[in-house]
């Protein structure tokens, strides 16, 4: 199936992604690998082209497409004795990509709230089918929200130019939200409340703030920890939520 994307503007390779199985009618959890490399790999030649700069990102999820593409080519050994579970090639990038959808969500989810504030206008409501928001910011406000939200753009911003090329290669699966939770859990079972900057304050990627953030979401959804602040744009607290109090 051709596909023209030439004009098309893309924030990093799972975007792309995204983009093609979103305009193939594809679901998510069975990506037709063959049409999706031959397409991915047919943008990456246009942007060649057009003489554009490929990033090291794209290239890297090039190569991990061809070689997904060549695992499934490969034929199958039969196991007579004993049943194993085939593990199948696509799993770990439709994860990713799963992560990287979390991600864009709750970023534009922030940014939209932001920009209705700054206009004095009533935040648009984002429907959304998969997910529950009222029960998610349920023991946190608006401005709590953005209030994290800004303070982690201004603690980096300073380190996006060009002098700090690094930043950018780091790639967005480097860190996992389930992860982060599993470390929010260790470090509040050790200090019964904590301060979000606190707990982010050595942390020298923004993508690593960041999903610590959603990380921090996921655990208000299912009621494991409660943020707390005694005033607008004050420190965000953090606080493990002990099984008894729920009752």
């Not at 695992?71 to 199948?88: C, G, N, R, S, T």
């Not at 753009?153 to 090329?165: G, L, P």
């Amino acid at each position: 199936m051709p596909l023209n994307v030439k004009t098309l503007n893309f924030e990093g390779p799972f975007d792309l992604l995204l983009h093609l199985i979103k305009k193939n009618e594809m679901d998510i959890y069975d990506i037709k690998i063959y049409d999706i490399t031959t397409q991915y790999l047919d943008y990456l030649y246009d942007l060649k082209e057009m003489d554009l700069d490929i990033t090291s990102e794209f290239i890297v999820i090039a190569a991990t497409l061809i070689e997904i593409k060549s695992k499934m080519l490969l034929p199958k050994e039969k196991k007579e004795a004993e049943e194993v579970e085939e593990i199948d090639p696509r799993k770990e990038l439709v994860e990713k990509l799963l992560e990287y959808k979390k991600f864009k969500f709750v970023s534009q989810f922030l940014k939209e709230r932001e920009v209705g504030l700054m206009f004095s206008k009533k935040p648009e409501i984002i429907p959304d089918p998969e997910h529950n928001f009222k029960e998610i910011f349920k023991d946190i406000t608006l401005i709590e929200l953005l209030t994290i939200y800004n303070e982690l753009m201004d603690r980096f911003r300073n380190k996006m130019n060009t002098e700090n090329i690094m930043e950018k290669l780091i790639p967005l699966d480097a860190f996992k939200i389930e992860d982060k939770m599993i470390a929010l859990r260790e470090i509040l079972f050790l200090n019964d409340k904590l301060s979000f900057k606190n707990i982010t304050k050595d942390y020298s990627s923004k993508i690593e703030v960041v999903v610590t953030f959603l990380a921090m979401l996921e655990m208000i959804k299912i009621r494991e920890i409660k943020v707390t602040q005694y005033e607008n744009f004050n420190e965000i607290y953090l606080e493990r939520i002990i099984k008894n109090e729920e009752s």
